[in-house]
């Protein structure tokens, strides 16, 4: 079975600072690897996806997320933190033929002005 | 497309009573997929459908649970006789498995239940 582990619930950035946030996937084979953000008594929506194409991944409103199969990592990234950009955000795994995802237990950020 | 929408998007029920929520899917999207969110977690997968057939179905589902796709478009999903710990919230999301290296969910609004 797949899992994510999303390190730190809660992260707090100052406006115009890097954003890190950070998942670590365990999956026995090739996985896809997701992450979706979600506001306030909202659905998820997509952020970037890996599907086993290039390992750095682009996604909407700024944010980059890189995979690193030695590391088993797959974290989120933006150089320069919005005050928009405050939600939760969770990442989650899934394997081709089983394509129900997997999610982690979501990390909040905060933008601290 | 007009994205996924669920409805209602907030239910008050009082336990032992039964409830129904829909999800209507993008437009040509043959697969559909129910979670669930507690608070403070992230969505937990409960069944998905291919078509009208339901492939999987999460040991969370228990037997007050039942989900249907008839004709393979909209969904509902129906929970018998409430219990207090059947408030959270439920996504629906769809996909489509037209090209199969990019199964990319996308979800509806979500319907938040709570039970008295």
């Known amino acids: 079975a797949q899992s994510v582990t999303q390190l730190g619930s809660h992260v707090s950035v100052s406006e115009g600072a890097l954003v890190l946030l950070r998942c670590n996937y365990s999956s026995s084979v090739p996985p896809y690897l997701f992450w979706y953000v979600q506001y306030p008594n909202q659905g998820l929506q997509l952020l970037l996806k890996?599907?086993?194409?290039?390992?750095l991944v682009k996604g909407i409103n700024g944010f980059e997320a890189e995979f690193k199969k030695s590391e088993t990592s797959f974290h989120l990234t933006k150089p320069s933190a919005h005050m928009s950009d405050a939600a939760e955000y969770f990442c989650a795994v899934s394997v081709f033929g089983n394509e129900k995802l997997t999610f982690g237990t979501g990390t909040r950020l905060t933008i601290i002005p | 497309d007009t994205g996924v929408s669920q409805d209602p998007r907030h239910k008050i029920t009082k336990r032992g009573q039964n409830v129904t929520f829909r999800c209507d899917p993008i437009?040509?999207?043959?697969?559909l997929y129910w979670y669930r969110q507690t608070l403070g977690q992230g969505p937990e997968f409960l069944t998905y459908?291919?078509?009208?057939?339901?492939?999987?179905k999460s040991r969370l589902l228990s037997d007050r649970f039942s989900a249907e796709r008839p004709k393979g478009s909209f969904s509902t999903l129906e929970i018998q006789r409430t219990e207090q710990g059947d408030s959270a919230m439920y996504l629906c999301?769809?996909?489509?498995?037209?090209?199969?290296?990019?199964?990319?969910?996308?979800f509806g609004p979500g319907t938040r239940l709570t039970v008295l």
């Open positions: 999301a769809s996909s489509s498995q037209t090209d199969r290296n990019t199964d990319t969910q996308y």
């Open positions: 459908f291919q078509n009208e057939a339901q492939l999987e």
């Open positions: 890996y599907t086993s194409a290039a390992t």
């Open positions: 437009s040509e999207h043959n697969r």
